[in-house]
């Protein structure tokens, strides 16, 4: 069975700060692996995904992620926090793209 | 173009109620998610559907949870005899077909007191 771990629920910035949301995995197949932010009182939005191809992967809004297999982790990084990262982030992992395993969230906070 | 939209955005129901919630994907999407997201926590599958039938109806808790998209298009989640522990937000995603980008609606959020 599919599963998502990420470490740390609240992860606390300094505005201009490295962000490190962690994800690590567990997959019996070559997964799917997404980072998806959540807005206060908005919808899911996918960040970026991994699908097999290039191990670093990036998307919007200035993040990335690296697929590491042989650590079974999909870490997402930001180089310079703004103040308008602050969200909840959700790690997911899915067999051939279908449906979605969640982690439980990191909620992103960053201070001035 | 029009994203995912979902009805009700609030639902507030008594114990043992029967609740439906309805979800409007992005039209020409054949593919169809729902999903929970309790609070705290991260969204939960329940169903999807390829077309007008459940591919995989796994997530669903007990026979109390039930949907349907007669049509190929909207889709509607239905919870008969509601209790406290469904309280959550139900979303909703459609993708192009499986294996897409899926596209989160807003969600329902469903208080049963």
């Known amino acids: 069975a599919q599963s998502v771990t990420q470490l740390g629920s609240h992860v606390s910035v300094s505005e201009g700060a490295l962000v490190l949301l962690r994800c690590n995995y567990s997959?019996?197949?070559?997964?799917?692996l997404f980072w998806y932010v959540q807005y206060p009182n908005q919808g899911l939005q996918l960040l970026l995904k991994?699908?097999?191809?290039?191990?670093l992967v990036k998307g919007i809004n200035g993040f990335e992620a690296e697929f590491k297999k042989s650590e079974t982790s999909f870490h997402l990084t930001k180089p310079s926090a703004h103040m308008s990262d602050a969200a909840e982030y959700f790690c997911?992992?899915?067999?051939?793209?279908?449906?979605?395993?969640f982690g439980q969230g990191t909620e992103l906070s960053v201070k001035p | 173009g029009a994203g995912v939209s979902q009805t009700p955005s609030n639902k507030v129901t008594e114990k043992g109620k029967y609740v439906e919630l309805r979800c409007d994907p992005i039209?020409?999407?054949?593919?169809l998610y729902w999903y929970r997201q309790s609070l705290g926590q991260g969204p939960e599958f329940l169903i999807y559907?390829?077309?007008?039938?459940?591919?995989?109806d796994s997530g669903l808790p007990n026979d109390r949870f039930f949907a349907v998209r007669p049509e190929g298009s909207v889709s509607t989640l239905k919870i008969q005899r509601t209790e406290r522990g469904d309280s959550a937000v139900y979303l909703c995603?459609?993708?192009?077909?499986?294996?897409?980008?899926?596209?989160f609606g807003p969600g329902t959020r469903l208080t049963v007191t």
């Open positions: 995603a459609s993708s192009q077909d499986r294996g897409g980008e899926q596209y």
């Open positions: 997959s019996s197949v070559p997964p799917y």
């Open positions: 991994y699908t097999s191809a290039a191990t």
């Open positions: 997911a992992v899915s067999e051939s793209g279908g449906k979605l395993i």
């Open positions: 039209s020409g999407h054949t593919a």
């Open positions: 559907f390829q077309g007008t039938g459940a591919a995989d």
